[in-house]
């Protein structure tokens, strides 16, 4: 007995002094700070950040290749106590929560068969896609449901996923889980940025609106009687309810579905009423704002894009300026149209609450002669977006014969055939568009070019996309596949094209200017498409300052041209009361991609 005790001491010495060893000779160094931050980490290991677990992101956060509010999980009060470890202020970040896309659960949608399978979505998606016809529909199985480790989903009565919003932390486990694609991370800023694509449960109204309001939801929301969610729900994708309620043309209503069982739902109808619920009230219905980026944008124009621009990015979070030639806010929308169709009370009404969200204005302010784009970069601009119009914005300023100064050493065709002598042009001239002009009008803009001093023309038909300059001065042109020097440009429409103007090379001299293809905006349509084409150019102008790609899904969504019936004017509309409101949204069918409600 005695033999085995000694034998299992000595047996114990000689482990622990080579544990001991080893411990000296395999010692790792673990920087006392990255097991502080992950002390601090909630230690659920989601992915949500994008790291493989809690000790690569708190090593990631030590490094300085993530921040201290990486963490989805924790929540502002993790980022806290990881900033005050690494001895930083913590930045406000915008919260992401799940949102399910899919509206019509297997017992209301069309199913091609009946699946006994493995209780999960991904087994039912190997056969055939799933058993709905809708191919991006949800299997309503709850994938989603088991994999989120914060008990934030659950499956409700109609077999569609519930998000509880105060437990989502926004890890995106349910996201990558989900075979359909259907459930996404959604925020302020998600929602601005992405365009519709073929695989978002868009409805037939909601993709004919240049706007892309979710038309569907307000409605849906009118139905129930919540009015103030209704309003929310429209200024989401629409800065000017009132004026759009007055004056759109109404693509929407000719895609109803409704339309086949007896009339389209009165849906501008439905979308004045909460505009002028809101006006009622006196009192504004704000849309959420994402945390301030302190980041500076000036938008030069003050018409419908610009100001839309200016709402969407000020909802980013930045800080928008509009310069306004005139000494009035609103465009074309002002002088164009008449009074008793678009009141101009009703017109400053949906302005102030432009400004209200967080726009400063500043009028009676000249491009080209009170400011420049150079001097607007140096005075701190992260970036500067043209929405000044063309020929058409001059009838707002009632200045026909005056040139355009707005982007350095770039003019209209139309200056330059009308003989203006304040056009100068450098040795390299472009002429872009030379396919759409008449071949004599494009020799006499060859021959005068050459009079004002040119000496190399080129007629570019290709696509500009990039600017490039250096002070006042234009001194490249780039296409897809070439880049040209350029120091006059000669437009062929009659309008400037839409460019955001960023800083290059670290300097506040040398620009760059991207042109980005918003809609048409010249025909019937104009006010609403101006509206989508601001929400595009506050997308475009927020992925350029953060490097991010400007370029489209292959499978966006593409508009669907219209033709208006100019026999009358008609949609004037009056007040109308809640019972009437509410019986005319009830008449929704609620639509999805091919679902609706069936009666």
Known sequence: MITALIMMGLLGLIVGGGLAIASKVFYVYVDPKIEAI??????????????????????????GKASANVCVAGGPDVASAIAAILGVAVEGKEPDIAKPGCNYGISKADVKYVYNGLIDCKAAALFDGGMKVCTIGCLGLGTCVSVCQFNALSMGDDGLPVVNEKLCTGCGACERACPKHIIKLSSVTRRILEEYTTNDCTTPCQRACPAGINIREYIKQIALGDNHRAVQVIKERNPFPTVIGKICPQPCQSECRR??????????????????????????????????????????????????????????GHLPEVFEATDKLGGLLRVAIEKERLPLEILDWDIQGIVEIGVTTHLNKIVGQDITIPSLLKDGFSAVFLASGGWDSRLAIGGLSK???AIPSTYLLIDLIKGQTQISCGENVVIYGGRDIAANILTDAEKMCKELGAKKITILNEVITRLIGDGNNLTYVESKNSTIPCNTLILSSGRLPEVIFIASEG???????????????????????????????????HKAMYGIDLSLPENVLTPKTEVQNIDKVENVYKNTCQKIAQTEAKRCLQCGLICYEHS
């Open 259 to 316: 339309k086949f069982v007896d009339e389209p739902v009165s849906i501008n109808f439905l979308k004045l009423f909460c505009a002028d619920f809101e006006k009622d009230q006196n009192k504004r219905i704000l849309p959420f704002c994402a945390p301030k980026t302190n980041r500076k944008v000036a938008i030069i124009g003050g018409g419908v894009e610009g100001l839309s621009t200016a709402f969407f990015l000020a909802r980013l």
């Open 38 to 63: 992950e002390g601090a980490l909630p230690g659920a290991n989601c992915g949500g950040c994008g790291y493989p677990g809690c000790s690569a992101t708190a090593m990631a956060i030590s490094s």
């Open 507 to 541: 300097t506040h001299e040398k620009w760059e200017g991207i042109l980005i293809g918003t809609q048409q905006l010249t025909d019937y349509s104009a006010a609403i498409k101006a509206i989508g084409g601001g929400r595009m150019a506050a997308a475009y102008i």
């Open 403 to 405: 040139i355009e100064k």
